[in-house]
């Protein structure tokens, strides 16, 4: 066997990442769906221009004939002709096609989701890591109404696996850690998500009363996926686009998207389907972030512009200490003392350190307010 030479992303400065990344969105044609084979579809595009990939490419069943319930009924199961491969080796070069075409497109600190079951999951691991991807978890979907195993024979199949992975070992990725927490209930987000399957009026039917799709995924999990790593303004692929969840929900969260479909009925399912679609409010597109993700504003920087005067007295939650604010963005303590919003408060305390933002307080319409409160009116003031 050859040897397989994992080659890492380039690196290059931010200014260098931020300008290609500017010419490259405005050159990109997104929110839009490309009817084609996926790999062809890929290959369409210019390097390094996705932000995410979610894939949620064919599992290779290899069904051996028709599956009944107790009572007679036929299983609705995937029998269609794009989830039959002849051959292992084909389902995997097929895999091998696609990952490459996909690890093109993504940007350097982009991120890319492939869910799967155990018919197909473990082989598309394989050429993740082969290609060079760095797993960064591998996430369990648990069922909430899985299908039982009419026959008994086994155990139920009752959950899916999704892996998350960046570009490579040292590669930066966007992950909205508090976002995820706060959706959690402030519990920190573990990797076994329990979902229901899609149903109910998300289900997309045909005139026939049947499934439009038969691996329609819920809304729930494509929500989640996209909270957790990415921005608004973000472009996510679909390279086996269906009938258009992840469209509906990137339209949903204010992320542009792009699908890849070769199926007809699909492609008319997902393009009805997203124009029918409501964004949310641009006021609830904003998540919790973590102190790293938040744009760093010197305190000074509220000095300067108007936000806090110099001469303003601040003090601790409990009225302990008092200090002025002075015109460069330090403070002046009650013993004359002079010192950054964080070392005063630390020295005040005898402590090793001191998140100044919390600890110093201004007085407002409701009686006490963090000096924390005055940065995130500035940054909503001043953020695109």
């Known amino acids: 066997m050859g040897v397989i030479e994992r080659v890492p992303p380039v690196r290059r400065t931010k200014k260098a990442v931020a300008a290609q990344a500017l010419a490259t969105r405005e050159a990109l044609e997104v929110d ?62 097929f895999t091998k096609a696609w990952l490459s075409e996909a690890r093109r497109i993504l940007k350097p600190n982009g991120t890319i989701w492939v869910i799967g079951s155990y018919h197909n999951i473990f082989r598309v691991g394989s050429q993740l890591q082969d290609q060079g991807f760095w797993i960064l978890n591998d996430i369990i979907w648990r069922k909430a109404n899985p299908m039982p195993n009419f026959k008994g024979t086994r155990f139920t199949n009752a959950h899916e696996t999704l892996i998350w992975a ?100 699909y492609c008319e399912a997902a393009l009805e389907r997203i124009s029918a679609a409501l964004p949310l409010d641009e006021s609830s597109l904003t998540i919790m972030q973590s102190a790293k993700q938040q744009p760093r504003v010197a305190f000074g920087t509220l000095v300067e512009t108007g936000y806090l005067e110099p001469g303003t007295v601040v003090m601790d939650a409990k009225r302990r200490w008092k200090a002025s604010v002075r015109a460069d963005g330090s403070l002046m303590g009650e013993d004359g003392v002079a010192a950054s919003i964080h070392k005063l408060g630390a020295t005040l305390q005898g402590a090793p350190s001191c998140n100044g933002w919390t600890f110093w307080h201004i007085e407002g319409k409701n009686g006490l307010e963090p000096i924390d409160s005055l940065r995130q009116m500035y940054l909503l003031a001043t953020q695109p």
């Open 32 to 93: 839009r769906l490309i009817r084609s084979d996926c790999v062809a579809a890929m290959r369409s595009l210019p390097d390094a221009c996705i932000d995410m990939i979610f894939a949620d490419p064919p599992y290779n069943l290899q069904l051996g004939g028709d599956l009944f319930r107790p009572e007679g009924g036929r299983v609705d199961a995937v029998d269609d002709a794009w989830d039959k491969f002849d051959t292992l080796a084909v389902y995997d070069a």
């Open 166 to 265: 960046s570009q490579g070992e040292g590669a930066r990725y966007t992950f909205n850690y508090k976002a995820m927490k706060t959706l959690n209930d402030e519990l920190q987000m573990r990797s076994d998500w329990v979902l229901p399957i899609c149903g109910g009026q998300e289900r997309l039917k045909g005139d026939d009363g049947h499934k439009v799709h038969p691996t329609q995924k819920p809304e729930a999990l494509l929500y989640r996926v996209m909270l957790a790593c990415t921005k608004p303004g973000d472009v996510v692929l679909d390279p086996f686009f269906g009938t258009g969840t992840t469209g509906a929900v990137a339209k949903r969260l204010g992320r542009h998207w792009i699908g890849c479909e070769r199926e007809d009925v």
